[in-house]
């Protein structure tokens, strides 16, 4: 049973847990886990990849040049960094920043599974490929970017990761319009819902693209970190809420019923 009327006593007790975890590999060459950081009453959640080198030798998430850029546009909606709360996939940092390994996102899961159920956002924002494929994985970012899902109560607006305009410049004018949308859907987005946990199936998202368990094993390891949050499809997103309304009828983006 959750217990929603102290979420921040399951999340210190989730990063107590992290911050000693020994459950895969990446423990081995952490300087620090990175459990996560922001208001464990969050209304937006933020989901990377997983820690880089300034995260590890901090222990803070999204510090580096592609964290700043978060920063700012976190500001272009009116909210801080302490607003939101922001976690990666794995809470340790990969050697030299490869990819994580599926397997090591699959041990990890659990803990994104207890913030997320301590937190209970409005909205989830996963950031990149990597992260949508906890609700995707044969989706592309970009093809899934700004466009908001349902899923047992919580919103999912998947979009590029801030990472991805440091590699690609003309992502950036993208990413900021995105954003732009996330902040009228927050506006706009209802109520928690108090609803108990649910296992994950394909029917909570039918008939989108099949739910796997939470961060089921990939078929391979993940591609290269070159070509990080790389557009494979380019479909542009509904430019308003009433847009996204209309978009929620077609066939790539037929589950919400929110707007
Ligand atoms: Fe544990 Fe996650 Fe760190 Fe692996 S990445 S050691 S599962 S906290």
Redesign the pocket.
């Known amino acids: 049973m959750v217990d929603h009327q102290a979420p921040g006593a399951d999340l210190q007790a989730t990063h107590q847990?992290?911050?000693s975890?020994?459950?895969?590999?990446?423990?081995?060459g952490?300087t620090n886990?990175v459990?996560g950081a922001g208001s464990s009453h969050a209304d937006l959640m933020f989901i990377g990849e997983?820690p880089g080198f300034n995260e590890d030798r901090q222990g803070i998430p999204f510090i580096g040049a592609a964290g700043q850029f978060l920063n700012e546009l976190l500001a272009s909606i009116g909210l801080r960094r302490e607003d939101v709360f922001i976690t990666n996939m794995?809470?340790?940092r990969?050697p030299n920043n490869r990819d994580?390994f599926p397997g090591?996102i699959e041990?990890?899961?659990?803990?994104l599974d207890a913030q997320i159920e301590a937190i209970r956002p409005k909205v989830i924002v996963p950031l990149g490929r990597h992260a949508l494929a906890r609700w995707f994985p044969n989706e592309s970012i970009g093809k899934l970017r700004a466009h908001p899902r349902r899923f047992d109560g919580i919103t999912l607006f998947p979009l590029y990761h801030p990472a991805a305009a440091l590699h690609n410049g003309g992502l950036r004018a993208t990413i900021e319009d995105d954003f732009a949308k996330l902040g009228e859907l927050l506006r706009q987005a209802p109520a928690r819902t108090e609803q108990q946990p649910q296992p994950v199936t394909a029917s909570l998202l039918d008939p989108a693209p099949p739910m796997p368990a939470a961060a089921a094993p990939l078929a391979a390891p993940v591609q290269e970190a070159a070509t990080l949050d790389e557009p494979s499809v380019s479909i542009e997103p509904p430019s308003s809420v009433e847009q996204l309304a209309q978009a929620a009828e077609e066939p790539h983006n037929e589950q919400l019923s929110m707007f």
């Open positions: 847990a992290i911050s975890c020994q459950a895969c590999a990446l423990h081995e952490r886990a459990p997983g794995v809470k340790c990969p994580p090591e041990a990890c899961s659990k803990y």
